[in-house]
């Protein structure tokens, strides 16, 4: 018994002490303070390079709108009230009688058009840049990776339209996008390269189905598979974008975890992923290189944010 | 006493009649329609116009932080509550261990940096484009004048920065800026020009109060006069923006209504406004014009939004 | 002119002078201080009296469950969130491994079984004891007539099985229950009297709807009418509740106002009223009179509040 | 090697097999499908019983208030919002004018007088009746041990007064209450027993801190000792309640885990738990024994409940 107790020691003594020097899983390759990942990719140069891409100055609001109404991953729920403080009975402030308007938000942040912070998706608790939940994770805020964090991203933007690849309006659920559909794509649409710092934006004619088939919306999309995930990763890329509910393939392709591609992305790789974006515009313009702003609301601690961005060209 | 009463009927007539035809006070010059004011002066030439103002590629993230402790006008409150559904007890999910955070707001949405939608203030509950509030406004939202509504923006921003104007860091509480100010703090700095569909910011220096002196902080603020909000308003500017609670200055000018400012712009003229925005770091460059973008998150029936602009140059 | 004048000036003094000291019409009999109205009728000796319609120690909880689901005036919305606070991946707390669950409602009060506190409806925001609603509705909870007030209750409750009376299973919505048919059927179930400060309780089979036809749970229901709201009114009445929604006959009786039975009774009379009661059993057990508790969560400034009152006999 | 693999098989074998059939170690004596444990004693006998304790008709009021000023745990929060609606403007409804306020509730629900549902505390997971919180616990509500399943309860209570027992007025935080103490306050007391589906209360003094001392409040108090709690469990009680925060002594008793008496009552007895009681009254009256009623709010799902006892002698 001695021999048995002599090995768990070792083995205990192994995972305390050396285990905690092998860079973990999820390191930034920018430094042990790193809390945006790849948005770090989108500098100065970078900015200015994209912003020669506005050539028309058409500009395109990619998100949809939040409400209770829109399909959301259970159990999201939302709601808005409105109502007009200190002004019951009709009555209204001063000479040039002001009468106003406020409102109040209850619900579940990622409904609607939604960036997924670095703080969402973990492996085993464990986050992005070796950050363990126990660590970050307070019931009232993120201590770190909070979306407050997220710096202005002002970048380019490649449009791949995916329906377009596969000659029809709504491609079919379970699609994975792997590295021959993302480069088929690319080639098909004249788009020579993916960069470090761009945001890549996957077309499916999904968005289509809302308030037509919610129930076929919410259950599975076309998206991103593993392969391509990490092809994505290899170029660098900042944001990871889709007009569905997942951006990932679902279902999930065979042999692949639960939102494995989330992990992928956002755990291994410090990339953002936007989900539920209206690109059907875009995609009409065959606006496939754009530049795209997106200012995240800052609240503190948030997992998530509500957002609007922007493409121009 | 018979003549009274054909003088009221006469009235009354009249009232019922002509009043409908006139038009109403805050009728929009873009047609009854409309629900986004001057926002419509921001067309394709004028956003690629603007475009060109990027020239070093840095961008500005405008937003500071929404959060239960940031300063906010009573009786606004604000919480964000992060938990990991379907997660207790430590499970995780399929063959990866996924694991997740999810977040749910509850609060009020004018905390932080926001925009002021043009269904927020109105004149005796006569809003932008003639809108009455028993028209319009619904306990569960906005019928007309959501922020929704607001487009995709991205046009010219002109920072005027009025501590460096009135030779201060901080301006003092009750300063109002009119045209004079305006037009001095233009040739200070070298501006030309004020131009339809711009966005003028106007830096104070107030920003530092927060966490420092926050009952200062709300309890007045240097801002926009009401010759000075009509000044503008004669430009066709799109959105005005401080980096204080009101823009307006408070308190309010001598023979003012209470939020005056706000019911010219907002009412009157259809010009939103933005609230507590972080421009600090735009002086302190001397960013005086640059391309200004804002993608306000698309909450269905919303009052106000909390945003996050980016400005580039 | 000046004739109008004069008349004008004389009506405002009048108004102003002379109207004041009239009583309104929401005074309270007990007096100018008075915030809980006819449960002033609910003395010790009234309790003590009640205590003895305890005979078999059977106790009845009236509440149905509050949720999501549950039919509910619009735009009313009701959700509850369950979440581990500070175990984020499996973590307990200390040597006993303390695991605990807490929980968030984001909601509005009127859902479920409520009682409607004397703040809920007025009479042209005039409310009862002669409160303006300009004078005590704030938006962060009423500084006057809130629930936190409400004493606790310990009184006789009279139940009226008006299915019975009406040898139905369910009584049509718009029923009207005046005198005639409350004396009708207490004559029915041997009740000799409704006394001051008691609780009535009209069983209406409404409740068997919920669940199979929500739809007409919510579009109407057979209650109190006008003549017989003044009778209760009379009687001395502390809390008038029913099994269904409105306890008000909806639709309203031919000339009635839009809730005016709750007018009466909340603003004219101060009685309070329980919505959503369970009564099935009590009527199956032909409880008629028996002893009623309730206690209503105490939330500052309330309007009104979930309850689950006990019935014991 | 191939001994320990044995050993190691052996164990996981009687692990699956044989702990499955022993009974758990909060197995409730009320059988497998028991959601109410102790709850149950309170039967029709003893609610009659307890009736007789109804002498003088007097009612007291247990609760305090619940807003977002009083004391609570970490990071709970609470606020109420009153509004108006579809009456902005001051519109009224119909003929006789009706105007209407309602509420809203955004918060946790552990604020104020509070029941501690028995899905609220458990020992590494395992809650009341062997329930696995992997089993039973949902973002959206609990799916079993909700509060919503709290019956009626009608039944004796005891008050003892420990701060008399103490001879002081406020006793000190972190002194525990045994056996010893518990069996003194009832001979100082003239109470002859604490018998199955008794309410037992602490009056401590505590409750006159909140408003003058706050962080005391909060920061611990004198309470339930382990023993204490045993010996509690051992007389079958139905509910344990104090006029402090914890109604278990903080800091713990030496040895004591993290809330290890809400372990042995809540998860391992099935005795409910109530908070921030006010018993400032009753202690005055000497009303050791009393018919003590809670009708608690049926939200579905629920972890804790905001409720208002009410004791009668």
């Given at each position: 018994?001695?021999k048995i107790i002599l090995i768990l020691m070792i083995a205990a003594f192994w995972n305390v002490t050396f285990a905690?020097?092998?860079?973990?899983?999820?390191?930034?390759?920018?430094?042990?303070?790193?809390?945006?990942?790849?948005?770090?990719?989108?500098?100065?140069?970078?900015?200015?390079?994209?912003?020669?891409?506005?050539?028309?100055?058409?500009?395109?609001?990619?998100?949809?709108?939040?409400?209770?109404?829109?399909?959301?991953?259970?159990?999201?729920?939302?709601?808005?009230?409105?109502?007009?403080?200190?002004?019951?009975?009709?009555?209204?402030?001063?000479?040039?009688?002001?009468?106003?308007?406020?409102?109040?938000?209850?619900?579940?942040?990622?409904?609607?058009?939604?960036?997924?912070?670095?703080?969402?998706?973990?492996?085993?608790?464990?986050?992005?840049?070796?950050?363990?939940?126990?660590?970050?994770?307070?019931?009232?805020?993120?201590?770190?990776?909070?979306?407050?964090?997220?710096?202005?991203?002002?970048?380019?933007?490649?449009?791949?339209?995916?329906?377009?690849?596969?000659?029809?309006?709504?491609?079919?659920?379970?699609?994975?996008?792997?590295?021959?559909?993302?480069?088929?794509?690319?080639?098909?649409?004249?788009?020579?390269?993916?960069?470090?710092?761009?945001?890549?934006?996957?077309?499916?004619?999904?968005?289509?189905?809302?308030?037509?088939?919610?129930?076929?919306?919410?259950?599975?999309?076309?998206?991103?598979?593993?392969?391509?995930?990490?092809?994505?990763?290899?170029?660098?890329?900042?944001?990871?974008?889709?007009?569905?509910e997942n951006l990932e393939v679902v279902p999930f392709e065979?042999?692949?975890?639960?939102?494995?591609?989330?992990?992928?992305?956002?755990?291994?790789?410090?990339?953002?992923?936007?989900?539920?974006?209206?690109?059907?515009?875009?995609?009409?313009?065959?606006?496939?290189?754009?530049?795209?702003?997106?200012?995240?609301?800052?609240?503190?601690?948030?997992?998530?944010?509500?957002?609007?961005?922007?493409?121009?060209?």
């Open positions: 018994m001695k905690q020097q092998k860079p973990c899983a999820t390191a930034s390759k920018f430094g042990a303070d790193d809390s945006v990942g790849n948005l770090n990719y989108i500098t100065a140069e970078k900015t200015l390079a994209a912003s020669k891409l506005i050539t028309k100055g058409k500009s395109y609001r990619l998100a949809i709108e939040t409400n209770k109404d829109v399909p959301a991953f259970p159990p999201r729920t939302f709601s808005i009230t409105v109502l007009q403080p200190d002004q019951v009975g009709g009555e209204s402030l001063g000479p040039t009688k002001t009468t106003y308007n406020d409102d109040i938000i209850m619900g579940w942040v990622g409904i609607g058009t939604g960036i997924d912070g670095l703080g969402h998706i973990g492996i085993d608790n464990l986050y992005f840049n070796c950050n363990r939940a126990a660590d970050f994770v307070a019931a009232n805020g993120l201590k770190k990776l909070g979306v407050e964090n997220i710096p202005a991203v002002a970048t380019r933007a490649v449009l791949l339209d995916m329906a377009g690849y596969f000659n029809t309006d709504i491609v079919k659920e379970g699609t994975a996008f792997n590295r021959a559909e993302i480069e088929g794509a690319m080639r098909r649409q004249g788009i020579k390269s993916i960069e470090k710092g761009d945001v890549v934006l996957f077309y499916t004619g999904w968005l289509k189905l809302i308030g037509k088939d919610d129930k076929r919306y919410q259950n599975g999309n076309p998206g991103l598979g593993i392969e391509g995930a990490k092809y994505l990763a290899s170029r660098g890329v900042a944001i990871a974008g889709a007009d569905n065979k042999g692949a975890g639960v939102f494995e591609v989330h992990q992928i992305l956002l755990a291994n790789n410090g990339i953002y992923i936007i989900e539920n974006l209206n690109l059907e515009e875009m995609v009409k313009d065959k606006a496939w290189e754009s530049f795209f702003t997106l200012g995240a609301p800052r609240i503190t601690g948030g997992v998530q944010a509500i957002v609007n961005p922007i493409a121009i060209r």
